[in-house]
């Protein structure tokens, strides 16, 4: 089994979503109590992708994020490099273009995509700052970013509980319905070291996006942060 450290290691990181690829989904949907589902809706809605464009899906995971963009009409490029999931997704939707990537060096040309989206996979990569330069790189002017990821809830009783659940309820539920529970010690760890939704919209900006923004979802468990690269 494998578990990564909050130092984020590409290659531990790799090979602990190779290890849980396969129930990744359904240990997601349970962890989360099915808010999974309308987190993904709303980020299908935020991004609003339209027939013919591009958009890049980043930390793609087995594809699913994907599904809503290509059932709009758009030519979406899923991009995780976590090989164990990408075959997984390929063997699940094989019509879709997985691409192995790695979001701090994506092996794409500059403004090509006229959105670019990564769900849940921002906090896992070692650095933020690269990533977020790297998505504005191959975003066209006028593009847009959005970005759904774990964050801190608003309201000071229920981030308590909230805590709580991460560091005692989720591992042993984990260890129930994963095939890497070890791995949801780390996605718990690795959400309460996240930075706030300011600091993260502070980051955006640093990178080049403008019109950034955000919304919360669940009362901050999740948050959307967006962007637009300047024309």
């Known amino acids: 089994m494998t578990r990564a450290s909050l130092n984020k290691q590409p290659h531990e990181v790799a090979s602990m979503f190779d290890h849980v690829a396969e129930r990744y989904d359904l240990t997601n949907d349970v962890l989360s109590l ?93 650095d933020t700052d690269a990533a977020l330069r790297e998505m504005h790189r191959v975003t066209r002017p006028g593009g847009r970013i959005l970005i759904c990821e774990f964050s801190h809830p608003t309201w000071t009783p229920f981030r308590t509980v909230y805590t709580e659940y991460l560091m005692r309820a989720l591992p042993p539920v984990a260890r129930a319905v994963s095939s890497n529970p070890d791995a949801y010690v780390y996605l718990a760890e690795s959400i309460r070291d996240w930075p706030d939704q300011p600091a993260l919209a502070g980051r955006l900006q640093g990178a080049g996006w403008t019109r950034v923004g955000w919304r919360n979802l669940t009362g901050g468990v999740v948050a959307l942060h967006r962007g637009r690269k300047a024309d």
């Open 34 to 126: 099915g808010q999974d589902r309308i987190w993904r809706k709303e980020v299908a809605k935020a991004v609003d992708a339209r027939p013919a464009e591009k958009v890049l899906d980043l930390a793609a995971g087995t594809g699913t994020s994907s599904l809503p963009f290509a059932q709009a009409g758009a030519y979406v490029v899923p991009c995780d490099f976590s090989l164990g999931m990408l075959r997984v997704g390929k063997q699940r939707r094989n019509w879709l273009p997985y691409t192995a990537g790695d979001a701090t060096r994506l092996p794409f040309k500059d403004d090509v995509f006229d959105a670019v989206t990564i769900s849940f996979g921002l906090r896992n990569v070692q």
